[in-house]
């Protein structure tokens, strides 16, 4: 499987971004991670693809939205209300096997794509 990310780019502080995530295959779980500069990578928000049940980072709930077009095997995030601590790489991801108590892990996911920056200016 292969994952191609698009949607990054600047903003200002309070703005909207939408990221795209395309596989090359059917995946059962893909989901959205982010690393800033010395940081480590962290979760963003997730989706399964049978219950459409979609799981979300505290600090991103509420002003994200991700959403998955199962026909086009492809994953938004809709990204409203940005801050300056948004500004990161943020990755897409995915897996078919995935124990619901670790689906924020990073480790949990197989297949993970190139990465698109964004960037929010305050």
């Known amino acids: 499987v292969q994952l191609q990310a698009s949607g990054g780019g600047l903003v200002q502080s309070g703005g909207s971004l939408r990221l795209s995530c395309t596989s090359s295959?059917?995946?059962?779980?893909m989901g959205w991670f982010r690393q800033a500069p010395g940081k480590e990578r962290e979760f963003v928000a997730a989706i399964s693809v049978s219950s459409r049940r979609t799981y979300y980072a505290n600090y991103v709930e509420g002003r994200f939205t991700i959403s998955r077009d199962n026909a086009e095997n492809t994953v938004s995030l809709q990204m409203n209300s940005l801050n300056p601590e948004d500004t990161a790489v943020y990755y897409c991801?995915?897996?078919?096997?995935?124990?619901?108590?670790?689906?924020?892990?990073?480790?949990?996911?197989?297949?993970w794509g190139q990465g698109t920056q964004v960037t929010v200016s305050s």
């Open positions: 991801a995915a897996d078919n096997s995935i124990i619901l108590s670790s689906i924020r892990r990073a480790s949990a996911y197989g297949y």
């Open positions: 295959g059917r995946t059962r779980f």
